[in-house]
């Protein structure tokens, strides 16, 4: 189960990242699908994994907060 379960979230990444330029709600999604990336890095028991997935999703976070601001009136 766990093998499907990072084999989705990798999935949903590359799709969200390739997307990411059509709306800010795919940056987003890359985001959280980073997390989710990370989560399974910890279960997995590859920590470095987790940790550099954590900062990928806090990156993407940030960048979804300037467009989403930046695409704002």
Do not use: N, Q
Request: a positive charge; glycine letters at 10%.
């Amino acid at each position: 189960m766990l093998t499907v379960y990072g084999a989705t979230i990798v999935t949903l990444m590359m799709v969200f990242y390739a997307l990411e330029t059509r709306s800010p709600w795919f940056t987003l999604g890359f985001a959280i699908s980073c997390w989710g990336s990370a989560s399974y890095g910890f279960l997995a028991g590859t920590w470095p994994f987790g940790i550099v997935e954590t900062v990928w999703g806090v990156i993407a976070l940030r960048k979804w907060y300037k467009l989403y601001r930046a695409a704002r009136p």
